[in-house]
């Protein structure tokens, strides 16, 4: 039986109060276990529209129509409208989704921050940032947060590094194949297990090739019809959380046709075997239906002494 682990990135105001109990109650219906990843800081949406220079942008906010999903409300949030703190507004609704057995972690502080400053960012930027969303996330639950998924799919080094620090155990910051450690240029682990994510996500896939709200599911079932030992699927409370709901439903019925059965984050990192999991130093890359660099996983790390054997 192959496992595919649900990661739920909550990135706005909007996608907490509405998406994620929608979505809690879908897969409590369907008995799915999933680790949700909370942005706890403002909601600062209406910031990312200066990724319009971005190369491949237009296209994926035609494809994807970002105001009927966002709503133009959050789209104005932290540009004509001041950015709500979502922490301190849905407090209660996140811990509720603790209570109701799913996994919880840390998205981010502060998500179009994150994801558009992060990767050229120092040491002390990132400790801020990263600190800030762990001190939030211990005032709402109680406890540290040990699971982390990167915004924006954006890391740097330093973050990896303070993730070991803050007491992370298990990280899905990026796109890739499978479990691995993250190192540096000389081998060197410099943060927890990484489960990246291994699947398209909706917002890839939606406009391209004929794929529609109706059929864009066939597509992700195509790719996992050959059952695997693991996959990370990636979706947002604000997509299949609201308007895509019906289709997270079709993937979710489909993929336990397929014999997959559904894990959090946190489960599928207890089953791996540290010591046999690949090193490889982190790096960026691009994503089909994605604008931008993102962290991908690289080729495994061969020392000299491995490369000249």
């Given at each position: 039986?192959?496992v595919i ?8 105001w909007r ?11 879908l ?6 276990p999933a680790t949700?990843?909370?942005s ?12 319009v ?5 237009f296209g994926k ?7 009927e999903h966002?709503g133009?409300?959050t ?11 979502i ?8 811990r509720?989704?603790?209570?109701a ?5 840390v ?7 994150w994801?558009d ?15 800030r ?11 540290r947060p ?6 924006g799919?954006q ?7 303070l993730q ?8 899905s ?8 450690w993250?190192?540096d240029?000389?081998?060197e682990v410099?943060g927890?297990?990484?489960?990246p994510t291994?699947?398209?996500?909706l917002?890839e ?8 709200v ?21 979706l947002?409370?604000e997509?299949e959380g ?8 079709r ?6 046709e397929?014999g ?10 207890a089953y ?15 994503i ?7 962290v991908?996983?690289?080729a ?5 002494a491995r490369?000249?054997?």
């Amino acid at each position: 039986m192959g496992v595919i682990a649900l990661k739920i990135d909550v990135d706005t105001w909007r996608g907490t109060r509405e998406g994620v109990p929608a979505l809690a109650k879908l897969l409590e219906r369907l008995d799915a276990p999933a680790t949700f990843l909370f942005s706890l800081g403002p909601d600062h949406t209406g910031r990312a529209l200066k990724r319009v220079f971005r190369p491949g942008f237009f296209g994926k906010v035609a494809r994807t129509s970002v105001v009927e999903h966002y709503g133009l409300k959050t789209l104005m949030y932290g540009v004509l409208l001041p950015g709500p703190d979502i922490g301190l507004r849905e407090a209660e609704g996140l811990r509720a989704i603790a209570r109701a057995g799913f996994e919880t972690g840390v998205h981010t502080w502060d998500h179009v921050r994150w994801q558009d400053n992060v990767a050229g960012a120092g040491e002390a930027w990132t400790r801020r940032e990263l600190t800030r969303a762990v001190e939030r996330y211990s005032e709402i639950f109680g406890a540290r947060p040990s699971v982390h998924g990167a915004a924006g799919w954006q890391m740097n080094e330093a973050a990896y590094r303070l993730q070991k620090e803050l007491g992370f155990s298990v990280a899905s910051d990026g796109r890739g194949t499978q479990p691995y450690w993250p190192c540096d240029a000389q081998g060197e682990v410099i943060g927890p297990v990484q489960l990246p994510t291994t699947l398209p996500t909706l917002d890839e896939l939606l406009g391209l090739d004929g794929w529609t709200v109706d059929n864009v599911h066939e597509a992700l079932l195509a790719r996992t019809q050959e059952l695997a030992p693991l996959h990370v699927y990636t979706l947002h409370a604000e997509l299949e959380g609201q308007k895509l709901a019906p289709v997270f439903e079709r993937l979710l019925r489909g993929w336990r046709e397929q014999g997959y059965r559904f894990a959090t984050l946190g489960e599928c990192a207890a089953y791996l075997e540290p010591a046999r999991l690949p090193r490889c130093p982190v790096g960026l890359g691009t994503i089909p239906g994605r604008s931008g660099q993102l962290v991908v996983q690289q080729a495994e790390f061969r020392s000299k002494a491995r490369q000249a054997a």
